[in-house]
């Protein structure tokens, strides 16, 4: 994980509207001369499929290894599209009659075969557990009132957490509940984002949309800011992974739009170094 200096922060300021009145002076295009120099595109992926619709402004993914297809909700047509690769795109889940609900956050448990999403409309929000064959509605939990349930991460033994961006809250769905309840009520967590949970269920990372990533201890109910080199830029964190003693992070907004890998410490409680994969 070899850590360059100004290229890891990952900052563009041409992205920044807080720029855009001295984005043509001589001063600014030196800079960003700069930065392109120090941040040289990386490419490291492949073209697996192309969606041939183009009306659906596609919001998460969720990926059937098993089935070879995945999964995304459309935030322009309201539903959740199954794609096989190499087929074509259908709906599996489609609104109902009036239904104003959005898709953000959608995670498969392979254990029961179903597809869990989030569901957002002007009067609440909701987690709702599909069929990953059919499609049907198997189970659902919501609140009423101003949230926005925006990314999931599912634990060993289905335990739901989600973020929920509006309150700056996270909220846990277990098994044998249909109540959401809201964990390390007493943080805000600003803007609250990406959100994975690591290998043993010990931990949750939150990322912030703006700068950072917090860490709650699941057994205490903890919540500290994970420590990271000041040369590492944490901002604008979309989707967060956990796998392998790394987080894999998408980031956007005013930085360069890139995949991340951030390497942890021993006991995933640190950043210690990074890769910019994409």
């Known amino acids: 994980f070899p850590t360059r200096r100004s290229s890891d922060l990952g900052f563009d300021p041409s992205r920044d ?55 995304f909700g459309s935030t322009a047509t309201n539903e959740i599209v199954r794609c096989p690769i190499g087929a074509g795109c259908l709906p599996l889940v489609s609104p109902s009659r009036g239904e104003q609900g959005y898709t953000l956050g959608l995670k498969i448990d392979k254990r029961s075969g179903t597809l869990w999403a989030t569901n957002n409309t002007p009067s609440g929000s909701s987690l709702r557990q599909y069929d990953l064959r059919t499609g049907k509605l198997k189970r659902s939990a919501s609140l009423r009132g101003k949230h926005v349930f925006n990314d999931l991460a599912l634990s060993s033994t289905g335990v739901v957490y989600v973020t929920d961006t509006s309150e700056g809250s996270v909220y846990e769905l277990h098994n044998q509940s249909g109540t959401l309840r809201k964990i390390a009520p007493e ?34 109910g903890s919540v500290q800011p994970i420590p990271h080199p000041a040369n590492i830029g944490l901002s604008f964190i979309d989707g967060l992974y956990a796998i392998h003693g790394s987080l894999i992070a998408i980031q956007n907004g005013p930085m360069l ?13 640190e950043i210690v170094g990074m890769r910019t994969l994409e």
């Open 257 to 269: 739009p890139r995949i991340v890998r951030f390497r942890l410490s021993n006991d995933g409680r």
């Open 17 to 71: 509207v807080d720029f855009a009145s001295i984005r043509n002076t001589g001063e600014f295009q030196s800079i960003m001369e700069e930065v392109r120099r120090q941040t040289p595109p990386v490419s490291n992926s492949r073209l697996i499929a192309t969606i041939d619709q183009r009306n659906l402004f596609p919001e998460n993914l969720a990926v059937d290894s098993t089935r070879k297809m995945f999964f």
């Open 187 to 220: 943080h805000t967590f600003t803007a609250a984002n990406g959100i994975a949970i690591c290998p043993d269920d010990k931990m949750l990372y939150i990322s912030a949309w703006g700068d950072g990533i917090d860490v709650i201890d699941l057994r205490s």
